[in-house]
């Protein structure tokens, strides 16, 4: 679409001059018009404004869909979260409970204050090694014997 060119200072606009380049910008915008009504003929005859409306609703409604399903299943995972919580805590108590009756019920161990083996050890560690003793003594004596 042509422009019209700006008028010169040194040119002197008569109304002949301003009734042409009136009479231009009104063909202009009649070209401008027609363009777009046959553009908006072309989009509507093929379709495609409505197949982009078709896809935005569906969009939409697939984004419906998806929000709700997130929604349900985040409802799940705290539901889920809230009832292992309260089985934990209910176990830790069970424990604790079991484990104040265990302590009650049970007899206190007897804790040797001596250090080392107890008596019936060493007595038998000395009587055993006694007996090694007496054996390398009797197989000394049958040695000289012979």
């Given at each position: ?74 409802r ?10 309260d089985?934990v ?37 000395t ?20």
């Amino acid at each position: 679409m042509p422009r019209s060119r700006p008028v010169k200072a040194n040119e002197m606009l008569t109304a002949e001059k301003a009734a042409e380049a009136v009479k231009e910008t009104a063909r202009s915008v009649r070209e401008a018009a027609s363009a777009a009504r046959d553009i908006v003929k072309v989009f509507r005859e093929s379709g495609a404004v409505e197949e982009i409306a078709n896809a935005a609703r569906e969009a939409a409604i697939a984004a419906r869909d998806t929000t709700v399903e997130i929604r349900d299943a985040a409802r799940d995972v705290n539901k889920t979260v809230a009832d292992t919580t309260d089985i934990v805590r209910e176990t830790a108590e069970v424990a604790q409970d079991t484990a104040q009756v265990v302590a009650k019920e049970l007899p206190k161990p007897r804790i040797s204050r001596r250090k080392g083996r107890t008596g019936a050890v060493k007595r038998r560690t000395t009587k055993a090694r006694r007996q090694v003793k007496l054996k390398a003594a009797k197989k000394e004596r049958k040695g000289r014997r012979s």
